[in-house]
């Protein structure tokens, strides 16, 4: 006697490719940078021998889950098995890690207690140093760091939107309505 198997009913979902494309390339920038802005702040933090805030290893973690989330990504469209609820899961997870981590980015970059920006502002790019001393090697480095404030600000930004656009393209191609 024959045995009869189930049939197997297998949806394919339709992902706009430009699209995802460049959520991909954007996204993987955004959580690269993250992570190597903060592992730098970290290593800084650890040259001067001061504590280490809690939001630096959090961006490290949140930076690598981003870059981890991208490469499954990958894997997954490359297979043919990029399923819309996956996607939207794990956006969302890392969503609330990037809004949590904007959040306290912002407080560090405008807050009251620690204006990261008024201080750039006034003691680095309002005294800049010229010509073959420490001064200048000193002047360089503050710089550098407070441009990576800025830049991790504005990467926060578009990897937090890019996320809410991502969950709602896989809503979309969820619904085949993309």
Known sequence: MAERRPEVRRTRYHWPDTQLNFWILVFLAASATLLGVFAQFMSIQTQMQLGIPWYMPFWVVTGALGVTFVLVIIYLVSSGQL???????????????????LIRIAIELFGATANINSYCTEYVQDNPSKGPSILTLAYLQQINICASWRAAFSFAIIGTVFLLWMMIMAWQVRNDTY
């Open 83 to 101: 399923i819309p609820g996956v996607v939207i899961l794990g956006s969302f997870i890392l969503f609330v890690l990037f809004l949590t981590g």
